[in-house]
């Protein structure tokens, strides 16, 4: 694949023992993940596998075939760096935020929290919140504080000076903890999955590069084309870094569920976006069909309707 617009990280980092695998739609990439966990379980044990996802759910979901892995090796990156820092208060959950709300001013109340299995599920739609999300971004995306809106900065000064006054950490915090004060990844695995890693942010990867320093390998797994979590912070370019070997990359290159018609549509449509590798894949022997919808999601959703009613 050709490499471009590489994610600039310290060269003193050895990253030989990272191992980027891009699975696009329907390449049976859970599979593969699941076929490699299975094999290297079996040759190490279970108990040097970790696997870590966006959501717990993912993370069990990708190790559960036949492998019931210890349940400190499966969870998501801040789960595992919750449980090695010794489980401190959290800031963003509902608690934490209603703490919060009880002494904040008026312009600065926040919405629904989060937990440690879906940390991503969290915040509003006022004011507060969009500045909240934004402060969250900044610091997964590593920018300098200088480069914060003012409004960012105001609001960290508090929220800093609280959870410090309250022993409190947020989601944020358990990253930036991890990436300076734990440089090996909890229970010492030879071996770390990454489901879904087009949806690391740069924070998340320089935690995993970091302890990929004391393993044995760290393999990663998702689609660049997917990446949606960029308003948190998320980055496609990380499947671009130029300091990961060429013999690390795997391109899955059969998808056993996309007719020919929705691939073709599909890749005219995100050769659109700049700035990506290419992922060439092959459809299935299906010729398929694409049909336009009016419908805008809502619920229930009535491209479902739309769905059910066609041929």
């Known amino acids: ?67 019931p892995l210890p349940d400190s090796h499966v969870g998501t990156l801040h789960k595992l760096c919750f449980h090695a820092a010794g489980m401190p208060k959290l800031a963003d959950t509902d608690a934490g935020l209603k703490a919060w709300n009880e002494t904040a001013p008026v312009y600065w109340q926040l919405g629904g929290g989060a937990d440690i299995d879906n940390p991503l599920d969290i915040g509003g739609s006022t004011e507060a919140d969009k500045i909240f999300a934004d402060y969250m971004k900044y610091r997964n995306m590593l920018t300098p504080r200088d480069y914060w809106r003012l409004e960012v900065q105001d ?45 690391l942010t740069p924070l998340q990867y320089k935690l995993l590069t970091g302890w990929a320093q004391h ?9 660049p084309d997917q990446c949606i979590y960029q308003f948190i912070g998320a980055s496609h370019r990380l499947f671009m870094d130029e300091s990961v070997p ?6 899955l290159r059969q998808s056993y569920t996309m007719p020919q018609a929705a691939h073709a549509w599909s890749q005219e449509w995100i050769s659109q976006v700049e700035d990506r590798d290419e992922a060439p894949y092959k459809p299935t022997d299906v010729i398929g069909k694409v049909t336009a919808s009016g419908a805008k999601y809502t619920w229930p959703d009535p491209l479902l309707y739309d769905i059910e009613e066609l041929p």
């Open 1 to 67: 694949m050709e490499q471009s617009s590489a994610l600039c990280l310290p060269r003193h980092l050895r990253m030989s023992n990272i191992y980027l695998v891009t699975g696009p739609p329907g390449t049976s990439k859970t599979g593969w993940l699941k076929e490699q966990i299975a094999r290297q379980a079996a040759e190490l044990g279970p108990t040097e596998i970790v696997v870590t996802s966006f959501t717990r759910a993912a993370a069990i979901e990708i190790s559960s075939r036949g492998l």
């Open 155 to 199: 609001f960290a000064q508090a929220w800093e000076d609280w959870k410090d006054q309250m022993g409190f950490m947020d989601f944020t915090d358990l990253l930036e903890w991890g990436v300076t004060d734990l440089p090996v990844c909890p229970t010492v695995p030879q071996i770390i999955y990454v489901d879904e890693a087009q949806d």
């Open 215 to 223: 393993a044995r390998a760290v393999v990663m797994a998702g689609d």
């Open 246 to 251: 060429a013999e690390n990359r795997r391109l």
